[in-house]
């Protein structure tokens, strides 16, 4: 029987090599950007509206990102980015829910390139990706791709994803 110094130096060996392995394995930047279209496509193709919401970052601007998405804010809570995100996730709720039960096409949102991606000093990134999407009740349609600049706050360290914080303007 191994003595108890031993097996708990073990166990600190094998939990050292653990940890390096992850560190090792750890998704980089551009692996991250990938993910993150692929989880949004999959969010949007399915009407899950929370996923949608759990990809964008607390201090995205939605109004000013979808100026023509007419959601209605009431003026006194404009600066309140809780209560706008709150606002316009409960208005993409109920659009996803018609479309749903209407059985509307769901829009769809594809990353076709990576094109450059960047850490920049402040921790955020940068990644210009070329992507598709079209969604008909919107009237967005960017076919053929386009490339568009996209800033990501990474969040988690051991396992890390992305939630994106502001882009080039898509209508």
């Avoid at 006194?76 to 749903?100: M, T």
């Avoid at 969604?135 to 076919?143: A, E, K, S, W």
């Avoid at 994803?161 to 882009?167: A, I, K, N, T």
Wanted: aromatic content about 8%.
């Amino acid at each position: 029987m191994p003595s108890p110094t031993r097996l708990l130096g073990a166990c600190i060996a094998a939990g050292l090599a653990a940890f390096i392995v992850a560190l090792i394995l750890r998704p980089g930047p551009e692996a991250l950007v990938k993910r993150f279209f692929a989880d949004l496509n999959e969010a949007v193709t399915a009407y899950d509206t929370i996923e949608v919401f759990a990809l964008i970052d607390a201090d995205y601007d939605l109004l000013a990102h979808w100026p023509r998405a007419r959601i209605v804010v009431p003026a006194e809570h404009h600066d309140e980015p809780l209560v706008v995100h709150e606002v316009i996730r409960q208005f993409c709720a109920r659009i996803f829910f018609i479309r749903q039960r209407n059985q509307t096409p769901p829009p769809t949102v594809s990353l076709t390139a990576v094109e450059q991606v960047e850490v920049l000093d402040d921790g955020l990134i940068s990644a210009r990706a070329s992507i598709a999407a079209e969604d008909r009740q919107l009237r967005l349609n960017i076919d053929p791709p386009r490339s568009v600049d996209f800033v990501f706050r990474r969040h988690g360290w051991l396992r890390p994803h992305l939630q994106v914080l502001s882009h080039d303007p898509l209508l």
